[in-house]
């Protein structure tokens, strides 16, 4: 795990009794010298403590601890949500000899359960105490809810002739989790780079990853994605294309923690890969991508190993997007299925539902309305997608 | 059955060999007499063959002939399905011996197939002698797919001192079915009413009824309803009060129309009545009702008995309503869950879920935004609707 060491970051995690069954479920992250830090939040109206707070603490664009604790999301917790979420922040910054302006928070688990300080602020020192490098892998551990395994990716690059490594975290099996236990994503990078560029480089990391998958269309109350980068790799102030190397290698990292979220959706058995072709607006690439990557109907036909292309159809055609019946194309992988807006008949099929039949597939649309191009990537609805939502809570 | 008996209709059903697995698969309606005719269509950019054809002939506000098919939806079929569809209005109109204009047609089943022209033909010359009034509950029969009961409704008023009826009858297990097969929906009465006027009652009706439904969020490529008013109540010309009670009657049927489509949605357990009222907007009241009652994590804890308030409040975070978290109550029938967006504890849930154990219950949200409210009637989220819809084609 020496890999995902990253210079100047510590870590420590610890069983401090949230969750309900026992585990790890509280973990910090630290940097010894201060770092530029980025956050992108859910899009919900309905928004945790956490949130809030680091909403507001991630403006000045500095930040050197991350508290996160899963077994309870603080959500719909009113004003001691607020109140509980602000004495972790206070706590931490008191013990690690920083301002509370530097911790962000993050949590995941039950909702609308009010969030124990009593055993946060008890657990904090010993986390100080327990800081090690070694410890950073272990973070995902901490926060895992669902998730059937952890979820780690690396990349290592180079800036004014210096190596970095971008080391990401994260922990997610749908979009929203049972009971809202969220998608959460730290990233920790010793690059040196300016808040105003790390925040650029997030947001539109983000925008290409997390926001292209989809298990089941939700969007929880606590979705977080933090970037801090502490600079100790010494490169200096950046160049252009050491930003963009820097850029598309946050980039990867999110797009294989993303990736992995997909794959680890609850209940799901296959990986499908959306793409829209043909697009008369980036707009309309992405209404479409999204209506017929949620359809119910579509997620059940790939489970079912099923090329049913009429599903597809009609949900293009409720997307709202500009189309032509007459006109759209439909692969599954490299077997076209329709053409000019009709089935090509049972032998592309039975080779189509061969294709489908594998735990990974892609599928593309072309709509032959103009040149935009977008994508989702998604997975298929399940009997036990079902079984999980329905009997989580009892 | 003598009760969906109305003056001057008949009709006529079929086992005509279009669905595979045989049974009855076409009907006829035909009215004695000049009709004023309206349709309502799905608001799908992919239309069926036959629902383009109908558009065209509806235009005029005449019809007196419907020809029904199920085992076909006739979509997705090109230039050679809008001829299958006109050949079966000419056809028609030949044997009854009126004009093309005054027939619509509607199709439901298998997508993508080319509908056979060759047995509509051989059967039409069949039903028209075989026309009776006795038949006309029977047309449901024929159209048919995944139905799990045929679907009838009856009202009966007086406008001008005379009787009238209105006789409505469905078919449809979801928004949209397997295979898009459809919701359709035929109301025939014996009052006189003018086209215009007809029309007006129609959409209004269809707005508060058919489109507050919600299985699965899907929308079909086929979905119609058609209302014929062949004036043989003799009511002479409609007094406002007379229209009013007509349009009520018209919406009375299609209310227990489309409640019975839910009650039978594809694996339904449960029938849920989802209110929303204090939106800031009628826009908002319905977004918001749309948002709730289409969430996957939502219909699961419906089909689970839990009361997971966290999924309605991130579904309505989510719904891009005007909104605050710390405005909303939620209640289960009369059970309060949510009080000033946080829960009201284990004992009101308690209540709720025993509640939600019944195969029916109302699930309510005030958002103290405003003055507007809408509903949707919706049904959970099943095991059973995975498996219809994973292996419908298989």
Redesign the interface.
């Known amino acids: 795990m020496g890999d995902y060491f990253v210079r100047g970051f510590k870590a420590s995690v610890l069983a401090a009794g949230i969750k309900k069954r026992g585990g790890l479920d509280l973990a910090l992250i630290f940097s010894e010298r201060e770092a530029s830090a980025a956050g992108v939040f859910t899009?919900?109206?309905?928004?945790a403590a956490p949130v809030l707070v680091s909403q507001e603490n991630i403006k000045k664009g500095r930040g050197r601890a991350i508290v996160a604790n899963s077994g309870n999301a603080n959500?719909?917790?009113?004003e001691a949500g607020l109140q509980s979420a602000r004495f972790t922040v206070e706590r931490a910054a008191k013990e690690l000899g920083i301002g509370p302006g530097e911790v962000l928070v993050a949590s995941t688990g039950v909702?609308?359960?009010p969030l124990n300080t009593d055993v946060i602020g008890k657990a904090l020192p010993e986390l100080v105490k327990g800081l090690s490098a070694d410890a950073i892998p272990r973070v995902v551990e901490a926060i895992m809810t669902t998730d059937s395994f952890p979820k780690l990716s690396l990349f290592e690059g180079k800036a004014g002739g210096k190596s970095y490594k971008v080391v990401g975290m994260a922990k997610g099996a749908g979009m929203?989790m049972?009971?809202?236990a969220t998608m959460l994503c730290f990233i920790l990078t010793d690059i040196a780079v300016d808040p105003t560029r790390l925040n650029e480089a997030l947001v539109w990391g983000v925008e290409r990853t997390f926001n292209r998958i989809s298990v089941?269309?939700?969007?929880?109350?606590n979705d977080t994605v933090f970037v801090l980068a502490n600079g100790a790799a010494g490169n200096g102030s950046l160049s252009p294309e050491d930003f963009q190397g820097f850029r598309a290698g946050l980039a990867t990292v999110m797009d294989e923690l993303s990736t992995m979220i997909v794959r680890d959706g609850e209940g799901a058995t296959k990986l499908i890969r959306l793409a829209i072709k043909g697009a008369a607006t980036p707009a309309d690439a992405l209404a479409a991508a999204r209506t017929v990557a949620n359809?119910?109907?579509v997620k059940?036909?790939f489970?079912?190993?099923?090329p049913?292309?009429?599903?597809i159809?009609?949900?293009?055609?409720?997307s709202g997007?500009q189309?032509r019946?007459?006109g759209v194309t439909i692969w599954v992988d490299d077997v076209k299925i329709v053409e000019?807006?009709?089935?090509r008949g049972a032998e592309p099929e039975a080779k189509a539902a061969a294709k489908m039949k594998g735990k990974e597939f892609s599928v593309t649309v072309d709509l032959h309305e103009g040149k935009f191009e977008d994508h989702i990537t998604t997975c298929d609805?399940?009997?036990e997608?079902?079984?999980i939502?329905?009997?989580?809570?009892?």
């Open positions: 899009g919900n109206k309905v928004k959500a719909c917790t009113g909702i609308g359960a929203i049972p009971d809202m089941d269309g939700d969007m929880s109350t359809s119910a109907l059940t036909a489970y079912g190993s099923d049913n292309w009429g599903r159809m009609a949900a293009l055609g409720r997007i189309m019946e007459e000019e807006g009709m089935g609805l399940t009997h997608y079902v079984s939502n329905a009997d989580y809570r009892t």
